[in-house]
Protein backbone atom coordinates (compact mmCIF):
# COMPACT_ATOMS: atom_id res chain seq x y z
CA UNK A 1 0.00 0.00 0.00
CA UNK A 2 1.20 3.50 -0.31
CA UNK A 3 1.07 4.41 2.81
CA UNK A 4 3.46 1.72 3.81
CA UNK A 5 6.27 3.82 1.75
CA UNK A 6 7.78 6.01 4.53
CA UNK A 7 8.52 8.64 1.15
CA UNK A 8 4.73 8.94 0.39
CA UNK A 9 3.84 8.85 4.41
CA UNK A 10 6.10 11.67 4.54
CA UNK A 11 4.90 13.38 1.51
CA UNK A 12 0.96 13.28 2.68
CA UNK A 13 2.40 14.00 6.23
CA UNK A 14 3.52 17.06 4.58
CA UNK A 15 0.73 17.97 2.52
CA UNK A 16 -1.65 17.87 5.64
CA UNK A 17 0.77 20.71 7.59
CA UNK A 18 0.15 22.56 4.04
CA UNK A 19 -3.09 22.85 4.70
CA UNK A 20 -2.76 25.33 7.71
CA UNK A 21 0.62 26.40 5.85
CA UNK A 22 -0.01 27.02 2.34
CA UNK A 23 3.60 27.79 1.58
CA UNK A 24 4.42 23.94 2.22
CA UNK A 25 2.32 23.17 -1.19
CA UNK A 26 5.33 23.64 -3.55
CA UNK A 27 7.29 21.70 -1.65
CA UNK A 28 4.65 18.88 -1.31
CA UNK A 29 3.86 19.35 -5.42
CA UNK A 30 7.70 18.89 -5.78
CA UNK A 31 7.94 15.40 -3.60
CA UNK A 32 5.08 14.26 -6.06
CA UNK A 33 6.30 15.28 -9.01
CA UNK A 34 9.68 13.07 -8.53
CA UNK A 35 7.22 10.08 -6.79
CA UNK A 36 4.94 10.30 -10.07
CA UNK A 37 8.08 10.95 -12.62
CA UNK A 38 6.51 14.01 -13.62
CA UNK A 39 8.73 16.69 -15.17
CA UNK A 40 6.11 19.39 -13.75
CA UNK A 41 2.93 19.35 -11.70
CA UNK A 42 0.36 22.06 -10.48
CA UNK A 43 -3.15 22.40 -8.86
CA UNK A 44 -5.33 23.93 -10.95
CA UNK A 45 -8.71 25.63 -10.37
CA UNK A 46 -11.02 25.80 -12.85
CA UNK A 47 -14.64 27.57 -13.47
CA UNK A 48 -16.76 25.39 -16.04
CA UNK A 49 -19.42 28.70 -16.39
CA UNK A 50 -16.81 31.74 -16.93
CA UNK A 51 -14.35 28.95 -18.61
CA UNK A 52 -11.96 30.86 -16.43
CA UNK A 53 -8.87 28.92 -13.50
CA UNK A 54 -5.72 29.35 -11.82
CA UNK A 55 -2.94 27.46 -10.73
CA UNK A 56 -2.93 28.06 -7.49
CA UNK A 57 0.38 26.14 -6.59
CA UNK A 58 2.85 24.14 -8.87
CA UNK A 59 6.60 22.51 -9.19
CA UNK A 60 8.64 23.56 -12.13
CA UNK A 61 5.92 25.75 -13.47
CA UNK A 62 7.68 29.39 -13.18
CA UNK A 63 5.54 32.55 -12.37
CA UNK A 64 5.20 33.83 -16.40
CA UNK A 65 3.06 31.00 -17.30
CA UNK A 66 0.93 30.36 -14.25
CA UNK A 67 0.43 34.24 -15.26
CA UNK A 68 0.00 33.12 -18.65
CA UNK A 69 -2.23 30.32 -17.72
CA UNK A 70 -4.51 32.20 -15.95
CA UNK A 71 -4.93 35.53 -18.15
CA UNK A 72 -4.87 33.75 -21.61
CA UNK A 73 -4.86 29.89 -21.50
CA UNK A 74 -7.19 28.46 -18.53
CA UNK A 75 -10.35 29.11 -20.99
CA UNK A 76 -8.54 26.77 -23.78
CA UNK A 77 -7.34 23.91 -21.75
CA UNK A 78 -8.95 21.40 -23.76
CA UNK A 79 -8.97 18.98 -21.03
CA UNK A 80 -10.65 20.70 -17.87
CA UNK A 81 -12.86 22.02 -20.77
CA UNK A 82 -13.64 18.46 -21.87
CA UNK A 83 -17.73 17.27 -22.26
CA UNK A 84 -16.47 14.57 -19.42
CA UNK A 85 -18.02 14.67 -16.41
CA UNK A 86 -15.28 15.52 -13.40
CA UNK A 87 -15.77 14.06 -10.17
CA UNK A 88 -13.45 13.92 -6.53
CA UNK A 89 -11.03 10.82 -6.65
CA UNK A 90 -11.34 10.23 -10.58
CA UNK A 91 -8.35 10.01 -12.54
CA UNK A 92 -7.91 10.29 -16.30
CA UNK A 93 -4.60 10.78 -18.64
CA UNK A 94 -5.42 13.19 -21.31
CA UNK A 95 -5.45 11.27 -23.61
CA UNK A 96 -8.66 10.08 -22.07
CA UNK A 97 -10.10 13.00 -21.76
CA UNK A 98 -8.74 14.38 -25.51
CA UNK A 99 -7.19 12.93 -28.03
CA UNK A 100 -3.27 13.31 -28.76
CA UNK A 101 -3.77 14.09 -32.37
CA UNK A 102 -6.59 16.62 -31.32
CA UNK A 103 -4.37 18.33 -28.69
CA UNK A 104 -1.35 19.38 -30.87
CA UNK A 105 -3.68 20.93 -32.80
CA UNK A 106 -4.90 23.11 -30.37
CA UNK A 107 -3.63 26.81 -29.18
CA UNK A 108 -3.60 25.69 -25.44
CA UNK A 109 -0.61 23.03 -27.08
CA UNK A 110 0.99 25.13 -29.59
CA UNK A 111 1.36 28.64 -27.35
CA UNK A 112 1.47 27.04 -23.20
CA UNK A 113 2.04 23.18 -23.37
CA UNK A 114 4.93 23.41 -26.09
CA UNK A 115 6.79 26.35 -24.52
CA UNK A 116 6.63 24.61 -21.43
CA UNK A 117 7.94 21.25 -22.90
CA UNK A 118 4.71 19.64 -21.63
CA UNK A 119 2.93 17.18 -23.78
CA UNK A 120 1.52 13.97 -21.54
CA UNK A 121 -0.99 14.30 -19.18
CA UNK A 122 -2.22 13.05 -15.70
CA UNK A 123 -5.10 14.44 -14.19
CA UNK A 124 -6.56 13.67 -10.30
CA UNK A 125 -9.92 15.65 -8.95
CA UNK A 126 -9.44 16.84 -5.76
CA UNK A 127 -12.90 18.79 -5.99
CA UNK A 128 -15.80 18.64 -8.20
CA UNK A 129 -19.61 20.18 -8.73
CA UNK A 130 -21.41 21.21 -11.61
CA UNK A 131 -19.77 25.00 -11.34
CA UNK A 132 -16.63 24.40 -10.70
CA UNK A 133 -13.59 22.04 -10.14
CA UNK A 134 -9.84 21.34 -8.56
CA UNK A 135 -7.50 19.63 -9.86
CA UNK A 136 -3.73 18.14 -9.47
CA UNK A 137 -2.19 18.02 -12.77
CA UNK A 138 0.91 16.44 -13.62
CA UNK A 139 2.88 16.35 -16.86
CA UNK A 140 5.41 14.94 -18.62
CA UNK A 141 7.80 15.98 -21.69
CA UNK A 142 6.72 14.27 -25.70
CA UNK A 143 9.72 12.41 -25.50
CA UNK A 144 9.24 10.43 -22.38
CA UNK A 145 6.91 7.79 -21.53
CA UNK A 146 3.37 8.75 -21.55
CA UNK A 147 1.24 7.79 -17.79
CA UNK A 148 -0.11 4.47 -17.78
CA UNK A 149 -2.60 2.70 -15.80
CA UNK A 150 0.54 2.09 -13.12
CA UNK A 151 0.49 5.77 -12.60
CA UNK A 152 -3.25 6.32 -12.32
CA UNK A 153 -3.59 3.73 -9.44
CA UNK A 154 -0.24 5.26 -8.05
CA UNK A 155 -2.27 8.86 -8.24
CA UNK A 156 -5.33 7.85 -7.13
CA UNK A 157 -3.92 5.66 -3.83
CA UNK A 158 -2.84 9.18 -2.58
CA UNK A 159 -5.87 11.25 -3.96
CA UNK A 160 -8.18 10.47 -1.03
CA UNK A 161 -5.89 12.32 1.76
CA UNK A 162 -4.58 14.97 -1.15
CA UNK A 163 -8.43 15.83 -1.22
CA UNK A 164 -8.41 15.97 2.96
CA UNK A 165 -5.54 17.93 3.04
CA UNK A 166 -6.89 20.35 0.30
CA UNK A 167 -10.33 21.19 1.52
CA UNK A 168 -8.93 21.73 5.01
CA UNK A 169 -6.97 24.46 3.43
CA UNK A 170 -9.51 25.65 1.72
CA UNK A 171 -11.57 25.94 5.27
CA UNK A 172 -8.64 27.71 6.64
CA UNK A 173 -7.97 29.74 3.91
CA UNK A 174 -11.80 30.80 4.45
CA UNK A 175 -11.87 31.47 8.18
CA UNK A 176 -8.60 33.32 7.88
CA UNK A 177 -10.22 35.34 5.22
CA UNK A 178 -13.22 36.51 7.48
CA UNK A 179 -10.87 37.14 10.53
CA UNK A 180 -9.11 39.29 7.56
CA UNK A 181 -12.42 41.12 7.01
CA UNK A 182 -13.87 41.25 10.27
CA UNK A 183 -9.97 42.80 11.39
CA UNK A 184 -9.70 45.71 8.97
CA UNK A 185 -13.45 46.39 10.05
CA UNK A 186 -12.38 46.54 13.66
CA UNK A 187 -9.77 48.85 12.43
CA UNK A 188 -12.05 51.39 10.93
CA UNK A 189 -13.98 52.10 14.19
CA UNK A 190 -13.32 54.88 16.01
CA UNK A 191 -14.53 53.54 19.38
CA UNK A 192 -11.31 51.66 21.24
CA UNK A 193 -12.04 48.16 21.26
CA UNK A 194 -9.42 45.50 23.28
CA UNK A 195 -9.53 41.78 23.75
CA UNK A 196 -8.15 40.50 26.50
CA UNK A 197 -7.60 37.46 28.98
CA UNK A 198 -8.80 37.14 31.99
CA UNK A 199 -5.39 38.59 33.46
CA UNK A 200 -6.07 42.04 31.15
CA UNK A 201 -3.04 40.56 29.06
CA UNK A 202 -3.83 41.96 25.78
CA UNK A 203 -4.91 39.47 22.62
CA UNK A 204 -6.44 41.94 20.03
CA UNK A 205 -6.43 45.86 20.05
CA UNK A 206 -8.03 47.84 17.01
CA UNK A 207 -6.20 51.12 16.15
CA UNK A 208 -8.29 53.80 18.11
CA UNK A 209 -7.25 51.04 21.27
CA UNK A 210 -3.31 51.85 20.18
CA UNK A 211 -3.86 55.29 19.96
CA UNK A 212 -5.46 54.93 23.87
CA UNK A 213 -2.62 53.13 24.95
CA UNK A 214 -0.23 55.48 23.33
CA UNK A 215 -1.13 58.16 25.03
CA UNK A 216 -0.13 57.14 28.56
CA UNK A 217 -3.07 58.94 29.78
CA UNK A 218 -6.19 56.94 31.08
CA UNK A 219 -4.88 53.44 30.70
CA UNK A 220 -0.83 51.91 29.70
CA UNK A 221 0.40 48.88 29.45
CA UNK A 222 2.39 47.75 32.89
CA UNK A 223 4.34 44.39 32.87
CA UNK A 224 2.31 43.30 29.73
CA UNK A 225 -0.96 44.19 31.69
CA UNK A 226 -3.56 46.73 31.72
CA UNK A 227 -3.36 49.47 34.09
CA UNK A 228 -5.21 52.18 34.96
CA UNK A 229 -3.08 55.25 36.47
CA UNK A 230 -4.59 55.00 40.24
CA UNK A 231 -3.55 51.24 41.94
CA UNK A 232 -7.63 51.53 43.08
CA UNK A 233 -8.82 51.87 39.74
CA UNK A 234 -6.19 49.10 38.11
CA UNK A 235 -7.44 46.19 41.15
CA UNK A 236 -10.96 47.20 40.39
CA UNK A 237 -10.55 46.96 36.38
CA UNK A 238 -8.55 43.51 36.77
CA UNK A 239 -11.33 42.40 39.30
CA UNK A 240 -14.12 43.16 36.84
CA UNK A 241 -11.90 41.77 34.01
CA UNK A 242 -10.83 38.14 36.02
CA UNK A 243 -15.24 37.85 36.94
CA UNK A 244 -16.00 38.19 33.39
CA UNK A 245 -13.56 36.01 32.02
CA UNK A 246 -14.60 33.36 34.55
CA UNK A 247 -11.45 33.53 36.48
CA UNK A 248 -12.09 35.35 40.09
CA UNK A 249 -11.64 32.65 42.43
CA UNK A 250 -14.66 32.53 44.59
CA UNK A 251 -17.40 34.56 43.19
CA UNK A 252 -19.64 34.14 40.29
CA UNK A 253 -18.51 35.81 36.56
CA UNK A 254 -20.12 38.71 35.69
CA UNK A 255 -20.82 38.86 32.13
CA UNK A 256 -21.12 42.95 31.93
CA UNK A 257 -19.70 45.61 34.17
CA UNK A 258 -18.56 48.82 33.28
CA UNK A 259 -15.76 50.90 35.52
CA UNK A 260 -14.96 54.73 34.98
CA UNK A 261 -11.28 55.11 34.67
CA UNK A 262 -9.84 59.09 35.94
CA UNK A 263 -7.13 60.97 33.88
CA UNK A 264 -4.56 62.84 35.87
CA UNK A 265 -4.48 65.33 33.42
CA UNK A 266 -7.84 66.36 34.25
CA UNK A 267 -9.75 65.30 30.67
CA UNK A 268 -13.08 63.84 30.85
CA UNK A 269 -13.19 60.41 32.50
CA UNK A 270 -12.89 57.23 30.16
CA UNK A 271 -15.82 54.63 30.56
CA UNK A 272 -15.07 51.12 29.60
CA UNK A 273 -17.76 48.10 29.45
CA UNK A 274 -16.12 44.94 30.24
CA UNK A 275 -18.21 42.25 28.34
CA UNK A 276 -18.09 37.98 28.75
CA UNK A 277 -17.41 36.34 25.49
CA UNK A 278 -17.92 32.92 24.64
CA UNK A 279 -14.06 32.84 23.19
CA UNK A 280 -11.06 31.79 24.54
CA UNK A 281 -8.04 32.55 23.09
CA UNK A 282 -4.67 30.02 22.25
CA UNK A 283 -1.36 30.69 23.04
CA UNK A 284 1.84 29.29 21.77
CA UNK A 285 1.92 26.92 24.05
CA UNK A 286 -1.39 25.10 22.86
CA UNK A 287 -3.11 26.39 26.25
CA UNK A 288 -6.28 28.28 25.92
CA UNK A 289 -7.07 31.34 28.10
CA UNK A 290 -10.75 33.21 28.03
CA UNK A 291 -10.81 36.20 26.89
CA UNK A 292 -12.88 39.29 27.69
CA UNK A 293 -14.05 42.56 25.41
CA UNK A 294 -13.11 45.70 26.66
CA UNK A 295 -15.15 49.10 25.06
CA UNK A 296 -13.40 51.99 25.76
CA UNK A 297 -15.93 55.24 25.17
CA UNK A 298 -13.96 57.90 23.50
CA UNK A 299 -13.02 61.21 25.36
CA UNK A 300 -15.07 63.17 23.42
CA UNK A 301 -18.00 60.90 24.04
CA UNK A 302 -17.64 60.65 27.83
CA UNK A 303 -17.65 64.11 27.73
CA UNK A 304 -21.30 64.60 26.01
CA UNK A 305 -22.70 61.83 28.37
CA UNK A 306 -21.48 63.53 31.35
CA UNK A 307 -22.82 66.94 30.41
CA UNK A 308 -26.11 65.22 29.65
CA UNK A 309 -26.15 62.72 32.82
CA UNK A 310 -25.33 66.07 35.05
CA UNK A 311 -27.50 68.17 33.32
CA UNK A 312 -30.75 66.54 32.52
CA UNK A 313 -30.33 63.57 35.85
CA UNK A 314 -30.23 61.14 33.12
CA UNK A 315 -28.73 57.85 34.20
CA UNK A 316 -25.18 56.82 32.95
CA UNK A 317 -27.14 54.08 30.26
CA UNK A 318 -29.68 57.02 29.02
CA UNK A 319 -26.67 59.52 28.94
CA UNK A 320 -24.82 57.22 26.61
CA UNK A 321 -27.56 56.58 24.22
CA UNK A 322 -28.96 60.50 24.28
CA UNK A 323 -25.14 61.33 22.88
CA UNK A 324 -25.43 58.62 20.17
CA UNK A 325 -28.43 59.80 19.27
CA UNK A 326 -27.20 63.43 19.78
CA UNK A 327 -24.20 62.44 17.05
CA UNK A 328 -26.52 61.58 14.33
CA UNK A 329 -27.00 57.61 15.15
CA UNK A 330 -30.02 55.68 14.73
CA UNK A 331 -32.19 54.20 17.33
CA UNK A 332 -30.99 50.50 15.97
CA UNK A 333 -27.58 51.89 15.39
CA UNK A 334 -27.18 53.18 18.81
CA UNK A 335 -28.57 50.02 20.77
CA UNK A 336 -25.97 47.99 18.59
CA UNK A 337 -22.99 50.54 19.50
CA UNK A 338 -23.83 50.29 23.12
CA UNK A 339 -24.68 45.90 23.47
CA UNK A 340 -27.99 46.49 24.46
CA UNK A 341 -31.47 45.06 22.88
CA UNK A 342 -33.96 47.50 20.98
CA UNK A 343 -36.08 47.26 23.40
CA UNK A 344 -34.21 48.27 26.13
CA UNK A 345 -32.82 51.27 23.72
CA UNK A 346 -36.60 51.76 23.44
CA UNK A 347 -37.32 52.06 27.06
CA UNK A 348 -34.25 54.50 27.76
CA UNK A 349 -35.61 56.67 25.08
CA UNK A 350 -39.10 57.35 26.67
CA UNK A 351 -37.17 58.44 30.11
CA UNK A 352 -34.63 60.40 28.30
CA UNK A 353 -37.77 62.57 26.37
CA UNK A 354 -39.28 62.47 29.92
CA UNK A 355 -36.18 64.19 31.35
CA UNK A 356 -35.45 66.12 28.32
CA UNK A 357 -39.50 67.60 27.57
CA UNK A 358 -38.66 66.35 24.39
CA UNK A 359 -40.59 64.17 22.04
CA UNK A 360 -38.60 62.81 18.82
CA UNK A 361 -34.99 62.46 18.13
CA UNK A 362 -34.68 65.41 16.11
CA UNK A 363 -36.17 67.61 18.69
CA UNK A 364 -33.16 65.98 21.22
CA UNK A 365 -30.37 67.22 18.77
CA UNK A 366 -31.76 70.55 17.95
CA UNK A 367 -32.08 71.00 21.97
CA UNK A 368 -28.00 69.60 22.57
CA UNK A 369 -26.95 72.18 19.32
CA UNK A 370 -29.10 75.21 20.25
CA UNK A 371 -28.61 75.75 24.12
CA UNK A 372 -25.32 73.81 24.44
CA UNK A 373 -26.95 71.22 26.68
CA UNK A 374 -27.50 73.61 29.39
CA UNK A 375 -30.19 72.61 31.76
CA UNK A 376 -33.75 73.02 31.62
CA UNK A 377 -35.34 75.64 33.92
Known amino acids: MADADPT ?3 LLHLAHHAAGDPSLWDEVLKRLCANLKASRIALIDHNFITHQGEISHSAAIDERFRTLYRVRFSGKNVWLNAERRLLPGDVFTGAELVPNWELVRTEFYRDWLRPLRAFHCLIGVTFGCAEEVSTLVALRPLDEL ?7 RELGSLLLQLRCAC ?4 DFMATRRKVEILSDIMQTLSEAILVVDGECHPVFLNRAAERLLAEHDHLVLAHGMLAAASGQETGKLRQLVAAAAGTAGGGSAKPNSEIAITCPSGVPHLLLRIKSIPHSAIDEGGRHRQVVAVFAVTTETAQTAQQLHESYHLTPAEARLA ?3 VRGYTLHAAACSL ?5 TARTHMKRIYGKTDTHRQADLIRLAAANGRTPPH
Do not use: R, V
Open 146 to 152: AFNAQDK
Open 8 to 10: IGE
Open 323 to 325: TLI
Open 167 to 170: ELGT
Open 339 to 343: HISNN
